[in-house]
């Protein structure tokens, strides 16, 4: 066994290191995700453990895996972030262009009359 796994508070202060910078919501959200992710991770080495005696397979985490999981949640929040604001952009414009083609669309009517 190459690797000793971390205590918790180790992690725990990693998480706080590498998320303390992002906008995760209100402070309680934001502790929230910071202690989620220890508990994540003791988690899935305690199902490796399981799974090593149920089937004789490795599953190996590393303090590099931590990180990973750390940058992974970090990426997929940007990308969810970029994504929904493109969203709201795009129905923005929508509804911008609805009032005015609506509006437009009044006044031809009135010409009409």
Request: hydrophobic share 35%.
């Amino acid at each position: 066994d190459w690797f000793q796994p971390w205590p918790e508070e180790a992690l725990l202060s990693v998480s706080k290191r590498f998320l303390e910078d992002m906008d995760l919501g209100t402070d309680a959200e934001k502790t929230n995700i910071i202690n989620f992710m220890p508990y994540s991770f003791i988690a899935v080495n305690q199902a490796s453990a399981s799974f090593i005696e149920r089937e004789k397979r490795y599953n190996w985490t590393t303090p590099k895996s931590f990180l990973e999981l750390i940058a992974l949640y970090k990426s997929m929040l940007t990308k969810r972030r970029k994504d929904t604001n493109d969203g709201i952009t795009r129905l923005s414009n929508g509804v911008t262009k609805l009032e005015a083609t609506a509006s437009e669309v009044s006044q031809l009517e009135e010409e009409l009359k």
